[in-house]
């Protein structure tokens, strides 16, 4: 007659809280994928910013002066139109094909506010308030 046996015991593993603690702060510390940075230095385009610039002086030159000469010298349609061409950079920031447009737009109204009459009276009023 056979005789049966019992299989033998599985090994048993004891986990201490001090190994668990530990298990799991080493868990918690993996490093995350750092975001994609905001500002990459090779999407700065001095030659395509500066015919931005150039445009946006030409365009000032040709009709910001003209228009903000006949519409009285007007500070704060060069302060209203800086606060659009700041919300249109915030907005299209991403937007390869519209980027240099905006950036245009940025450009002449900071020269709006520099070289025009109404900029020009704006800038007086800041420094000395009259």
Request: aromatic share 8%; glycine share 8%; proline share 6%.
């Given at each position: 007659?056979a005789t049966?046996?019992?299989?033998?015991?599985?090994?048993?593993?004891?986990?201490?809280?001090?190994?668990?603690?530990?298990a799991?702060?080493?868990?918690?510390?993996k490093?995350?994928?750092?975001?994609?940075?905001?500002?990459?230095?090779?999407?700065?385009?001095?030659?395509?910013?500066?015919?931005?610039?150039?445009?946006?002086?030409?365009?000032?030159?040709?009709?910001?002066n003209?228009?903000?000469?006949?519409?009285?010298?007007?500070?704060?349609?060069?302060v209203?139109?800086?606060?659009?061409?700041?919300v249109?950079?915030?907005?299209?920031?991403d937007?390869?094909?519209?980027?240099?447009?905006?950036r245009?737009h940025?450009?002449?109204?900071?020269?709006a506010?520099l070289?025009?009459?109404?900029?020009?009276?704006?800038?007086?009023?800041?420094?000395?308030?009259?």
């Amino acid at each position: 007659m056979a005789t049966t046996t019992a299989p033998p015991p599985a090994p048993m593993t004891y986990v201490d809280a001090r190994e668990l603690v530990a298990a799991l702060t080493a868990e918690s510390r993996k490093k995350e994928p750092e975001p994609a940075a905001r500002f990459d230095i090779h999407l700065v385009h001095p030659v395509r910013n500066g015919i931005a610039m150039l445009f946006g002086v030409v365009l000032t030159e040709a009709v910001w002066n003209k228009l903000l000469h006949v519409a009285g010298d007007s500070w704060g349609v060069i302060v209203a139109f800086l606060v659009a061409a700041g919300v249109l950079e915030w907005a299209y920031h991403d937007h390869r094909k519209l980027r240099w447009l905006v950036r245009v737009h940025t450009c002449s109204w900071l020269a709006a506010g520099l070289i025009t009459p109404a900029g020009l009276l704006g800038i007086a009023w800041i420094g000395t308030g009259a």
